[in-house]
Nanobody, 121 residues
């Protein structure tokens, strides 16, 4: 099970921190990540990290602004989001895959229910 928290409303240029609590079979996966789905758009990859803490990866649009991290003893994954832009507005989903890399939504084995991030201009 994956449970997200930390979404909300923020002004452009502001910051938010998302958290994802992992439990059960999700703890046996290889890699954790975040996807987002804006209104009327596809669900897209945002960032990922392995449970070992290696190989962080980001989509180009968030490089330098978002940071993914994990706390393995606490079974938590975090997404620190800075300098937020209105185009970052979306529902953010925590995800887990048993594969070496996320290959898109079809590679996800487990999804959280999502948390809404709204960035006002």
């Amino acid at each position: 099970q994956l449970v997200e928290s930390g979404g909300g409303l923020v002004q452009a240029g502001g910051s938010l921190n998302l958290s994802c609590a992992a439990s059960g079979r999700t703890l046996s996966t290889e890699r954790m990540g975040w996807f987002r789905e804006a209104p009327g758009k596809d669900r897209d990859f945002v960032a990922a990290i392995s449970w070992s803490g290696n190989r962080p990866g980001y989509t180009d649009s968030v490089l330098g602004r978002f940071t993914i991290s994990r706390d393995k003893p606490k079974n938590m994954v975090y997404l620190e989001m800075n300098n937020l832009k209105p185009e970052d507005t979306a529902v953010y989903y925590c995800a887990a895959t048993t594969e070496y890399q996320f290959g898109g939504p079809s590679s996800v084995n487990y999804w959280g229910k999502g948390t809404l991030v709204t960035v006002s201009s």
